[in-house]
Every structure is written in C-alpha cells, then in structure tokens.
C-alpha cells in the first residue's frame, strides 16, 4: 500500500486529533457556559474525525496498528500536524482565530477530498465538512463579534493574528506526500473567504510575512512535545494494557 | 382571598399531584427553597465538569476520551437547562452565578474531592452519577414543574453516563493486577463520599420536613441513601471488588444492607469549604468568570452595535 497515503492520512489525523486536544483545554474554563459547550462540542467533532482518519490509516499500515497505537505511540517527530493547530489556546480570541483559519481551510480542502478517488477518503471528507460548515460559521462570526466588538477585544484578536498568521502558510505548502489535493490551488479561495471575514471584523490582513512550516514533515515547535506527553501518559504508563 | 386561603389552595394542589407552573401564586419559602435548590444543582453541573474535565486531555485510548468529552458537555446542558428552570423563579443567571463565584451559594460536596487516577473516571460515573441519579429519579416527581421536566430530560442522559462509568470499572476489572488495583483504590476513595451526597441524616436534616410536605422532596436523605447502598452492593460483585466497610451486612429483618458510620465531621468540613479541593474548584471558576469578562463584553457590544445599524438602515 502506498506509503504516501499512509503519511496523508496521519497528517489530516494527527491535525484533527491535536486541535481536538486543545480547544478540550477549555472545557469547564470557557467564558460563558454556552461557548464552553460550543468548543467542547468542536473539539468532540474533531476528534471523532481524527479517529475515522486514524482507523482508516491502521487498516492501511496492517498488523497491529490501531487508532491508539497511532495516537498515543508515535513521537513528536512523527507527528505530521500543521504547527498552527499546536498553538497555545492563549485568551479566548486566539482560540477563536486559530478555529476559525483552520476551519475556513479545513472546509475547502474536504471540498477538494469528495473529488479524490479514494473512497474512504471521500467518505469521511463528506462526514466531516458537515461539522466543519458549523466551525467555520461559529469561529467566522466569532471573529466578527470580537474584532468588531470593544477596543479591548479589537486589540486582543490584532494581537492573536500577529501570534498565528506566520503559521497559515504550511496549509498551502504541499509535503511531500500530499498530493492526493493540490494544496496550493487553494489559497486564493481561501485568502478572500479570509479577507472578508476580517474586513467585516475591521481586522487587517498581515502582507508579507515570513511563514514557519514543517509540521507536515515531523519538525514542529516546541509546543508538541508537551501537548504528546499529556496525551500519551496513560499508553506510556501502562504499555499494551486495555481501556 | 387571605394569604390563608391562598396557601391552604396552594396545599391542595400539592395534594392533587397540581404541579405548581412559574405564574401560580406560591408561599415565598417554597419560592425559596426552589431557587436555592435548582441553582445549587445547576451550580454543581458546572463545578461538577472540573474533575471530570480534569482528565480529557490523559484519557488512554481515543475512544474514552470522545465518551469523556461527551459526557462533559453533557453536564454543561444540564447545568443550563437547570439555570432556566431556576430562571422561571425569578431570579437571573447571572446573579446565580455571582453568587456561586463569591461563595455564597453551594454546589454538590462531592466535586470537591480530587480526581486522582484514569480510574476515577469510572468510579464518578458508576457511584457519583448513580448517587445523582436516584436523587434525580425521585425529582422528576417534585412538585415545581419546570425542575419536575429538567430533571425528565437530565436523567435520560445521566443514566447513559452512569452505564459508561460502570463499564469503564468493568473493563479495568478484568485487566492488567495494576489496573484492578487502579480500579479498588478509586472505589475506596470514592465509596463515602458518594453516600454523603444524599446529605445529612434526617434527624440533622433542616429542610427535610417543609421539603416533604410541599413535595419538592419525595423521599428523605437517609431513604435515597439506603436505596443506593442497596443497589451497590450488587453491582459492585459484578466487578469483583469490595465496598470499603466492614460493617457492610444483610439485614434480613429490614431487607436492607446495614452500613457502617459515615464520617459526619469530614461531611460538615467539606460543606464549609475544607475539602481537598473546594479553593481549587471555586478559584478556577472565578478565573473563568474573569478571564471571560472581555468576551462577553464585546459580544454585547457587538450586538449593541447591530442593533442600531438595524435602526438605522
């Protein structure tokens, strides 16, 4: 079976699986009780689509390999999730940021992932772009609400912009595996969905940039080390046990 | 009409099994009563998400961690439906939750002991959630409509949960020695704590006869309490574990289990604020509160905005 499938379908896992990780962070810590059910809710969506991403990629591999032994015993340097989702929850507006410039793309590229011709593929991109029409809506008025809201939340979502554009452009940088959906061919699309969100947000969008890269690759922050020995604990802690 | 005779046809309708609506004229104590009671129980939906929350980002295997999830989010509704049922009382949310965060309201005692393994996952569900559901069970009956319905809705859900926790001990049960001894460790811990959710005994219970007669209360603490023991001591023999009291017997008289004596001064410490992790549990949702107050500033401000951008247009 091809190698490059395999390393595809880890990368949309392990991205979906760690965002998933994170917006879990806020569970019981939300700032009113309706957004704390609304990101729990997402993370919960996400996860359930890094597991059909992982199941799928185990029935590639063969042998042995499960959901879990994929999830919680490859290292950081196996891990192929793009950086920006590995980022700090930080203050609510970052959380809402990153959501919602991953979601903008997340929906164009499962567009894409319904044309391919692999069936699992296209099964699981058709479940999920559902969830992901509701992420993009909620994040996007987010946005909305908090750049256009008080001086203070205009402030805190320009502040969260200058901590996560530099992480957009890995989206659009094929790895070498990932040619199952042009990536590149995406960003116009995705730039302009961007740039009107932010326009009706009064945010500016950041030119010229440098962009950091190489999550796809294995070579993340430093953010990933830690996110992996939380999650993995349990799986280190008491190998090949059942739960 | 007296204020006499209104109690006397609120009394009636009690009787009759009238469920008592937000519009219907009630005594201000049963008012009250409710209020205190249905927000302490939305209260400890929320704080009661803390220790669960505590292990979602370490639950060890995908599948738990998405039960986890679900079953935290679940709570927060529970805690919303019960804030709008509190609501038709007459006092807002807000002001609940202002008084919960200043310590003035309580929430459920058992939220504040520690989640302390994996296991404890199971052991929350099994006895924590079963202790809540009894107690729920019997509030689908309690005379104030709008709690009678939450309570309706919140069981179909609780009891989903509670079979999840059970099965989760199940699984470590039949596991690894470390994993069994995970597993007896949290039902040691978590065994008297749980029997202390059902509240003081009824000779020290305050609200218990006014409650009883107005039918917000339809069986007494220390009734729900011997009904769960009861109930647990059965359940627990299908995990092979033991219940951590030595005077656990059958009383063929009573047809009941006799139980040894919960520790009361540990029962009286945690309610006054001395548990092992009462600061804990209320600092983290002071800090949510505050760190949220930016957000919902701008969310009204927002909304503010388009409402006069609508007039305008």
Not at chain 1, 61 to 79: C, M, N, P, V, W
Not at chain 1, 223 to 239: C, D, H, K
Not at chain 2, 140 to 160: D, H, L, N, Q
Request: with cysteine; glycine share 6%.
């Amino acid at each position: 079976m091809s190698s490059r499938l395999i390393d595809y379908t880890l990368h949309l896992a392990d991205t979906t699986l760690i965002l998933s990780q994170r917006n879990s962070e806020w569970c019981g810590h939300g700032p009113i009780l309706e957004q704390d059910i609304a990101i729990t809710n997402i993370s919960l969506d996400l996860l359930g689509q890094s597991r059909n991403f992982y199941q799928y990629a185990a029935s590639l591999i063969g042998g042995d390999a499960t959901e879990d032994s994929l999830a919680y015993l490859r290292k950081e340097r196996e891990f192929k999730n793009l950086l920006l989702v590995e980022q700090a929850n930080g203050d609510w507006g970052q959380t809402i940021l990153r959501q919602y410039l991953y979601s903008q793309f997340q929906y164009l590229l499962f567009e894409k992932l319904q044309q391919c011709n692999d069936e699992q593929l296209i099964a699981m991109a058709a479940k999920s772009i559902k969830e992901t029409a509701y992420h993009v809506r909620w994040s996007s008025e987010w946005v909305i609400r908090l750049g256009d809201g008080t001086e203070e939340s205009h402030s805190r979502m320009l502040k969260a912009i200058d901590e996560l554009w530099r992480y957009t452009g890995e989206m659009f940088m094929p790895a070498g595996y990932e040619t199952i959906v042009e990536v590149s061919s995406l960003k116009n699309e995705w730039l302009q969905k961007v740039t009107n969100i932010f326009a009706e947000a009064t945010l500016p969008v950041p030119e010229k940039v440098f962009m950091q890269a190489g999550g796809k690759e294995g070579k993340h922050t430093e953010q990933l080390g830690f996110i992996l020995t939380e999650l993995q604990y349990m799986q280190r802690a008491y190998p090949g046990a059942q739960w | 009409m007296t204020v006499q005779d209104f109690e006397q046809l609120f009394q009636q309708k009690i009787d009759n099994e009238t469920k008592i609506e937000p519009k219907d004229w009630m005594p201000d104590a049963y008012r009250k009563t409710n209020i205190r009671q249905i927000s302490q129980h939305a209260h400890s939906e929320i704080v009661g998400m803390l220790p669960e929350g505590n292990w979602i980002s370490r639950a060890p295997s995908l599948k738990r961690k998405a039960i986890l999830i679900a079953k935290v989010q679940d709570e927060a509704g529970h805690g919303l439906y019960l804030y709008s049922a509190a609501e038709t009382l007459g006092m807002s949310r807000e002001e609940m939750i202002n008084d919960l965060n200043s310590g003035k309201a309580k929430y459920s005692s058992i939220f504040n002991y520690p989640t302390l393994t994996w296991a404890d996952m199971g052991a929350v569900g099994w006895l924590v959630d079963g202790a809540a559901i009894l107690n729920q069970v019997m509030l689908c009956r309690t005379s104030y409509g709008p709690y009678a319905r939450a309570m309706v809705r919140i069981c179909k859900e609780e009891s989903f949960h509670q079979r999840q926790g059970f099965e989760t001990l199940l699984v470590l049960s039949r596991g690894t020695d470390e994993q069994k001894a995970m597993c007896q460790d949290a039902i040691n811990r978590w065994w008297w704590p749980s029997l202390m959710m059902f509240g003081p005994r009824d000779s020290e219970s305050t609200n218990s006869d006014q409650s009883m007669k107005w039918k917000i209360k339809r069986k007494t603490n220390d009734e729900l309490r011997q009904q769960f023991v009861d109930m647990a001591v059965e359940q627990v023999k299908v995990l092979g574990m033991k219940l951590p009291d030595e005077k656990l017997t059958w009383n063929e008289e009573r047809k009941h289990y006799d139980f040894g004596e919960i520790d009361w001064n540990e029962f009286w410490n945690v309610v006054k604020g001395n548990g092992p992790c009462n600061k804990q549990r209320l600092e983290a949702r002071r800090k949510a509160h505050e760190e949220g107050q930016w957000v919902r500033e701008a969310a009204m401000a927002y909304a503010e905005k388009r409402r006069s951008k609508q007039k305008a247009a």
